[in-house]
């Protein structure tokens, strides 16, 4: 072979992989545009007011979330968004789904219950990841150890920029928790999240108006007294996560029905809560449209389904 052939073979394969270099700039560069657009637009989803489109809407996004994570994955924008979304898409949707069937042997409940699940731990593994980018390298480790004096350690060292991704973690962790009770291994799990959710309190307790708060205010309503529950605990943190909303946002009201309202078993004021979801006016909240909506579709399911409550 010539040297004039070899030079034009090195220098077409030098060309392609140049090539190659720049193609990939090129779609990590479109990727992050793609994300950067979503990160804008979630407000407008989050003021839609019909639900069925919104959840329609929501799962093609979901997987589109995960296709981009094979161009970007250190992209931590891409991870909160991904964590943030599976989370809503397991509260806001599947179990609202599962409530509406009481029957806890009927397969198509199972079905849901199972995806529910995989969605939190999809919800929990994108949140963490967000965490180890912005905020503490190693986290996961940490977690997983089950030390509880240690992951406490750790979580005095974040600021309270973390405070997002935390909350979304915990609420993905405790999702799986609550979902799987008959499952002790998971049960014992529950400290970790609950001191997770502790610090996002202690950072920001305005976060997703309250949302730690009705956290607590459901924790407290659930367990029994010998192992923790406290109703009176509950009522304060549900009327703080009230309060923090500005009677705009139906999630502590919602919560306060079905947990706290079972708790200390009122049916009056189970009904009474339920009823003020369902008849708040559309308009109560412009930018959380969504969320209020399925809040009155919860209430809806729940109240038809009081006599198994009380």
Same mark, same amino acid.
């Given at each position: 072979?010539?040297?004039?052939?070899?030079?034009?073979?090195?220098? %077409? /394969?030098? #060309?392609? =992989?140049?090539?190659?270099?720049?193609?990939?700039? *090129?779609?990590?560069?479109? !990727?992050?545009? @793609?994300?950067?657009?979503?990160?804008?637009?979630?407000?407008?989803?989050?003021?839609?007011?019909?639900?069925?489109?919104?959840?329609? %809407? /929501?799962? #093609?996004? =979901?997987?589109?979330?995960?296709?981009?994570?094979? *161009?970007?994955?250190?992209? !931590?924008?891409? @991870?909160?968004?991904?964590?943030?979304?599976?989370?809503?898409?397991?509260?806001?949707?599947?179990?609202?789904?599962?409530?509406?069937?009481?029957?806890?042997?009927?397969?198509?409940?199972?079905?849901?219950?199972?995806?529910?699940?995989?969605?939190?731990?999809?919800?929990?593994?994108?949140?963490?990841?967000?965490?180890?980018?912005?905020?503490?390298?190693?986290?996961?480790?940490?977690?997983?150890?089950?030390?509880?004096?240690?992951?406490?350690?750790?979580?005095?060292?974040?600021?309270?920029?973390?405070?997002?991704?935390?909350?979304?973690?915990?609420?993905?962790?405790?999702?799986?928790?609550?979902?799987?009770?008959?499952?002790?291994?998971?049960?014992?799990?529950?400290?970790?999240?609950?001191?997770?959710?502790?610090?996002?309190?202690?950072?920001?307790?305005?976060?997703?108006?309250?949302?730690?708060?009705?956290?607590?205010?459901?924790?407290?309503?659930?367990?029994?007294?010998?192992?923790?529950?406290?109703?009176?605990?509950?009522?304060?943190?549900?009327?703080?996560?009230?309060?923090?909303?500005?009677?705009?946002?139906?999630?502590?009201?919602?919560?306060?029905?079905?947990?706290?309202?079972?708790?200390?078993?009122?049916?009056?004021?189970?009904?009474?809560?339920?009823?003020?979801?369902?008849?708040?006016?559309?308009?109560?909240?412009?930018?959380?449209?969504?969320?209020?909506?399925?809040?009155?579709?919860?209430?809806?399911?729940?109240?038809?389904?009081?006599?198994?409550?009380?």
């Amino acid at each position: 072979m010539s040297r004039s052939v070899q030079w034009s073979l090195i220098s %077409a /394969l030098v #060309g392609l =992989l140049a090539f190659s270099s720049v193609a990939c700039d *090129v779609a990590k560069f479109g !990727a992050g545009t @793609q994300v950067k657009v979503m990160k804008r637009a979630s407000k407008g989803f989050d003021k839609e007011k019909d639900p069925v489109l919104a959840e329609r %809407a /929501l799962y #093609g996004n =979901l997987k589109m979330m995960e296709a981009l994570m094979e *161009v970007i994955p250190e992209n !931590a924008d891409l @991870q909160f968004i991904a964590g943030k979304a599976f989370v809503g898409a397991a509260a806001g949707f599947i179990e609202t789904k599962i409530d509406a069937i009481s029957d806890e042997d009927n397969p198509k409940r199972k079905e849901m219950v199972a995806r529910a699940v995989d969605f939190y731990e999809r919800g929990m593994k994108y949140s963490l990841k967000w965490i180890e980018l912005e905020h503490y390298p190693g986290f996961g480790r940490i977690i997983n150890q089950g030390d509880l004096n240690l992951l406490k350690q750790a979580l005095k060292k974040m600021d309270k920029d973390a405070a997002p991704g935390l909350f979304w973690l915990a609420n993905a962790w405790s999702g799986t928790i609550r979902l799987q009770l008959d499952n002790m291994k998971k049960i014992l799990e529950l400290p970790r999240p609950a001191a997770i959710m502790e610090r996002v309190i202690e950072l920001d307790e305005t976060y997703y108006h309250g949302g730690a708060h009705v956290f607590f205010g459901g924790m407290y309503s659930m367990k029994a007294k010998s192992m923790g529950g406290d109703p009176d605990k509950a009522k304060q943190h549900f009327d703080r996560a009230w309060e923090i909303g500005k009677g705009k946002v139906l999630l502590a009201k919602f919560f306060k029905a079905r947990f706290y309202a079972v708790a200390i078993q009122n049916r009056e004021l189970f009904t009474k809560l339920l009823n003020e979801v369902i008849s708040a006016p559309p308009g109560l909240s412009a930018d959380n449209r969504l969320l209020n909506e399925l809040m009155k579709a919860k209430a809806r399911i729940w109240l038809k389904r009081a006599d198994d409550l009380f």
